[in-house]
C-alpha cells in the first residue's frame, strides 16, 4: 500500500526557516519523480518544487533560492526566507516521470499525502 506522510509544518515568523519532511513507503520511491505542493485556502494547488530519480530539483518562480527540495530515504523541503504569502497546506507526491526544468501538472501525480500546514506570521 503506497502511503505518503508529511510532517515538520508549523508556524513561524516571516524571514524564519522551517524544514518539511515526507516519509514514503509502499512503492520504489527512489524511480518516481517526487514533488511538493501547497494550497492556500480559496486558492488552486500549485507546484512548488520537484526532485527527479537522479536528485536534480526544479522550483517554481516564487520560491527559487528560498526553497531547496532533498532527499535521501525521505523527501524533504528546507524552507528559507520564508513569507507570509508562503502559508499554506504542503503536500508531497509522487509521479512517474519528471519534466526537466519544470514541475509538472497536480493532475500528473498519481500518489499524494495528507498535507502539513506551514503558517508564516508578519
Known amino acids: 500500500q503506497v502511503q505518503l506522510v508529511e510532517s515538520g509544518g508549523g508556524s513561524v515568523q516571516a524571514g524564519g526557516s522551517l524544514r518539511i519532511s515526507c516519509a514514503a513507503s509502499g512503492f520504489t520511491y527512489s524511480r518516481y519523480c517526487m514533488g511538493w505542493f501547497r494550497q492556500a485556502p480559496g486558492k488552486e494547488r500549485e507546484g512548488v518544487a520537484t526532485?527527479?530519480?537522479?536528485g536534480r530539483g526544479s522550483y517554481a518562480d516564487s520560491v527559487k533560492g528560498r526553497f531547496t527540495i532533498s532527499k535521501d530515504n525521505t523527501l524533504y523541503l528546507e524552507m528559507n526566507s520564508l513569507k507570509p504569502e508562503d502559508t499554506a497546506m504542503y503536500y508531497c507526491?509522487?509521479?512517474?516521470?519528471?519534466?526537466?526544468?519544470?514541475?509538472?501538472?497536480?493532475?500528473?501525480?498519481?500518489?499524494w499525502g495528507q498535507g502539513t500546514q506551514v503558517t508564516v506570521s508578519s
Open positions: 507526491a509522487a509521479a512517474y516521470f519528471c519534466l526537466a526544468g519544470a514541475i509538472l501538472s497536480s493532475s500528473e501525480y498519481s500518489y
Open positions: 526532485i527527479d530519480s537522479y
